[in-house]
């Protein structure tokens, strides 16, 4: 068969099939899984296109994306993100990918959500002990992206993640996988790169997590009403164990507008996880570039669209790279989120190309 026409089927399939993966689950599976500091959405590009980036994921923070991107990097590059989360918390993102000749790209990634310091109450001393605590999630990643044909990146992550809360901790193994088909289908240029490019994602699935710790230690009588037996013999509370938040996401992304120094990009993303109900997030980019200076950036995009009582809503950001001597760069991102009546985020971050 001929290369084109069997790339033309490899689309087509996965249209057709994918109505049926992420065909509507009921009732919602809502609080039902653990980590979910692995859905916030880490990069202050994707996150200024509403999340839509599966299919369009060209940089370092594509090992959180859609691993396959790393494939389309064309520098080494570091990056350091940092976004002030809901109720005083911090989330955080850095990676630095590397360019291996023939061989393909290597990244590490870390994610982390910082709860804060907050005091220990009890019963008896509801205005606090004067003890402190504090909770933390993390995630450590090792991500690889190659391209087997032009046409055609795979990539895929393994990631450490662990939760804890006081003296309380959980941890589990995950595996993320990853797909970018370039097809000429509405191409301007005829380049493959800037006609519809087709992206797909499956993140987090991997073993479940069980809180454990001597938190959970509590001295009990097991025969409250009868003398003379072991009153506080020691116990341990058993918590069962929660599923990661598996998350499919497919996407398409196409540039209507590629002349000169002007690009428009759109891109569209259907997501289908395994805790709440399928949403689709939507996103445009226009970029222009300047020889004497770099490339600008202006993103904006709305997420969740679909979703049962959503609270995320429009997403605007702005970046700017400037190219070095050397052959080095440097990368300044900005993104906004609206998230309804949990109030409105930021996201800053900045890259080192080299």
Not at 2 to 26: D, S, T
């Amino acid at each position: 068969m001929n290369l084109r026409y069997r790339r033309y089927v490899i689309v087509v399939g996965m249209l057709l099939l994918f109505p049926y993966v992420v065909e509507a689950q009921k009732p919602m599976r809502a609080g039902t899984t653990a980590a979910n500091f692995l859905e916030i959405g880490y990069g202050a590009g994707a996150n200024g296109m509403g999340d839509s980036y599966v299919s369009i994921a060209n940089d370092v923070s594509s090992a959180y994306w859609n691993p396959a991107g790393l494939a389309n990097m064309e520098q080494n590059e570091a990056m350091f993100v940092i976004q002030p989360w809901l109720v005083d918390t911090r989330a955080s993102f850095a990676a630095a990918g590397l360019l291996v000749p023939n061989l393909g790209t290597f990244a590490l990634s870390l994610i982390s959500l910082d709860f804060g310091e907050m005091d220990v109450t009890s019963l008896a001393m509801q205005e606090g002990t004067g003890e402190t605590f504090s909770a933390n999630d993390l995630a450590m990643g090792i991500s690889y992206g190659r391209k087997l044909a032009t046409w055609f990146a795979m990539g895929a992550s393994a990631k450490y993640v662990t939760s804890s809360i006081w003296h309380t901790k959980a941890s589990a193994m995950a595996f993320d996988l990853g797909v970018i088909i370039n097809t000429p289908f509405f191409s301007r240029t005829g380049n493959e790169e800037k006609g519809l490019n087709i992206g797909m994602s499956i993140s987090n699935y991997g073993s479940r997590m069980k809180y454990d710790g001597m938190d959970l230690l509590n001295p009990i009588d097991i025969s409250p009403d009868e003398a003379g037996n072991y009153r506080d013999a020691p116990g341990q509370f058993r918590l069962q164990e929660w599923e990661l938040p598996l998350i499919f996401r497919f996407g398409a992304s196409w540039t209507p507008i590629y002349a000169g120094m002007h690009q428009v990009i759109l891109s569209v993303d259907a997501l289908h996880p395994n805790n709440n109900s399928e949403s689709v997030n939507v996103g445009a980019q226009y970029s222009a570039s300047f020889p004497s200076f770099g490339k600008i950036f202006f993103r904006g995009g709305y997420k969740a669209l679909f979703m049962e009582d959503s609270q995320y809503g429009l997403a605007l950001g702005f970046g700017a790279t400037t190219f070095l001597l050397g052959n080095k760069g440097l990368k300044v991102e900005y993104a906004f989120r609206d998230s309804g009546i949990l109030g409105k985020t930021h996201c800053y971050g900045i890259g080192v190309l080299f």
